[in-house]
């Protein structure tokens, strides 16, 4: 009986996966030889747009160190294109979601340079010293302000160990209408929270992988079929501050 | 019973009153309102035949439905359009002098014609942006669109 039942579940894991392949092959179309239509998004599938987001999926991302070129800042100028931060005549206290770290090992001079944003804690820091609740986790492990609770206080800023977040302390106007940015509230980057609700990828994964590197890969780390999981499980990866427990969503590989 | 009479002469009254200050004469509605020092909103028309609800209930309600919205989508990443912001600036959107959309801090932009009026800040627009974006692109995408259609007509014609 035990047996039988466990042929059946194989058989249908097995159809399962046939489907699933099935789907696959449906979601590209080639137009033209070399030239694709990706009707159905591969690692990021589109969901309804009043389904609210479940814990089903943990959105994050894999950067290797490696293929991340000196000097490149092709993620920057995309994520400050999409979300409207400014990127030219810089002040110190301006907005920065997102920038590019070097780094030097002094003993052999080896030197890595990589990209650091928030980095979607499990246990954001960020959240638990927020005063309002402003501070929040999405149920798909996407870790955002609500600028609507947002009082400003700067607390989330002192706690982040990875100083991604910035405050606003100008007036802003012609902010992008799916980044809404204002003066008295606290930023950084929201993973294009926008772009993943509808089953695209955020703007510095697309921008790395179009026109330089091609470094960083985004994906669900819940599922262990994704090509994120895949990767993580087959090659040595690090967490920035793996020390603090803080189960960040975004990994390294080569530093 | 008196007591029911009572409210049908108040509310008659007060129905009578309301057609008396509230509409003006056809023709001369600016100056009529002038005339009796109470400047009448005059909110532009938006795009299409009527408002995503009773236009009633978006008067009355539209805060609240802004702000249940607003929880939805940024917590629970619900992007429904029916009651979006960005919905409302795009289809509410006025034209200027130069023939583009106005922003928040131009008097005649939609919803400061009322907003104005009843004397009531609003916060929306520190950080949304209050000109339509998305009716931009699409109308671009759109154009494009046709153009190509128009070629592709044109050179199948014999």
């Given at each position: 009986m035990s047996q039988r039942r466990d042929d059946q579940a194989s058989a249908q894991?097995?159809?399962?996966?046939?489907?699933?392949?099935?789907?696959?092959?449906?979601?590209?179309?080639?137009?033209?030889?070399?030239?694709?239509?990706?009707?159905?998004?591969?690692?990021?599938?589109?969901?309804?747009?009043?389904?609210?987001?479940?814990?089903?999926?943990?959105?994050?991302?894999?950067?290797?160190?490696?293929?991340?070129?000196?000097?490149?800042?092709?993620?920057?100028?995309a994520c400050s294109e999409e979300n409207g931060w400014d990127l030219d005549a810089r002040d110190p206290t301006d907005s920065q979601w997102i920038r590019k770290v070097e780094l030097r090992d002094p003993k052999s001079g080896a030197e890595r340079t990589l990209p650091m944003m928030c980095q979607h804690c499990a246990s954001p820091p960020c959240v638990d010293v927020?005063?309002?609740?402003?501070?929040?986790?999405?149920?798909?492990?996407?870790?955002?302000?609500?600028?609507?609770?947002?009082?400003?206080?700067?607390?989330?800023?002192?706690?982040?160990?990875?100083?991604?977040?910035?405050?606003?302390?100008?007036?802003?106007?012609?902010?992008?209408?799916?980044?809404?940015r204002g003066k008295g509230t606290v930023e950084s980057c929201t993973m294009c929270v926008h772009r993943v609700d509808a089953g695209r990828q955020p703007a510095c994964v697309e921008r790395c992988n179009d026109a330089a590197g091609g470094a960083m890969l985004f994906g669900d780390l819940n599922d262990p079929t994704s090509e994120i999981s895949r990767r993580i499980a087959k090659y040595a990866t690090a967490r920035v501050r793996a020390d603090l427990g803080l189960d960040t969503g975004v990994y390294y590989r080569n530093i | 019973m008196v007591n029911q009479i009572a409210r049908f002469v108040f509310l008659a009254g007060s129905m009578l009153l309301g057609v008396l200050v509230f509409q003006p004469?056809?023709?001369?509605?600016?100056?009529?309102?002038?005339?009796?020092?109470?400047?009448?909103?005059?909110?532009?028309?938006?795009?299409?035949?009527?408002?995503?609800?009773?236009?009633?209930?978006?008067?009355?309600?539209?805060?609240?439905?802004?702000?249940?919205?607003?929880?939805?989508?940024?917590?629970?990443?619900?992007?429904?359009?029916?009651?979006?912001?960005?919905?409302?600036?795009?289809?509410?959107?006025v034209k200027g002098a130069d023939s583009k959309p106005v922003a928040y801090d131009d008097p005649s932009h939609f919803c400061r014609s009322c907003h104005d009026y009843a004397a009531v800040a609003i916060d929306c627009f520190e950080c949304h942006d209050s000109k339509p974006?998305?009716?931009?692109?699409?109308?671009?995408?759109?154009?494009?669109?046709?153009?190509?259609?128009?070629?592709?007509?044109?050179?199948?014609?014999?």
């Open positions: 894991e097995h159809s399962r996966r046939d489907i699933l392949r099935g789907a696959a092959a449906l979601g590209g179309v080639a137009l033209a030889p070399g030239v694709t239509l990706h009707l159905i998004g591969g690692e990021a599938a589109a969901r309804p747009v009043e389904e609210a987001v479940s814990d089903a999926h943990r959105w994050g991302m894999l950067i290797d160190a490696g293929k991340c070129g000196d000097g490149c800042q092709a993620c920057v100028t927020c005063p309002t609740g402003a501070s929040f986790k999405r149920a798909d492990g996407i870790v955002l302000v609500d600028k609507h609770t947002c009082i400003g206080c700067r607390y989330c800023v002192m706690a982040c160990p990875y100083n991604a977040r910035s405050f606003v302390h100008e007036p802003l106007t012609d902010q992008k209408a799916h980044a809404p | 004469a056809p023709g001369v509605g600016a100056v009529a309102a002038e005339a009796s020092g109470v400047p009448v909103p005059s909110p532009t028309k938006g795009r299409g035949d009527k408002c995503v609800a009773e236009t009633s209930y978006i008067r009355r309600y539209h805060m609240n439905l802004l702000s249940h919205q607003r929880d939805d989508t940024v917590h629970d990443g619900i992007r429904t359009k029916q009651f979006s912001l960005k919905e409302c600036v795009d289809c509410h959107a974006q998305k009716s931009a692109a699409t109308g671009e995408a759109f154009r494009g669109a046709l153009l190509a259609l128009e070629g592709y007509l044109k050179a199948r014609k014999p």
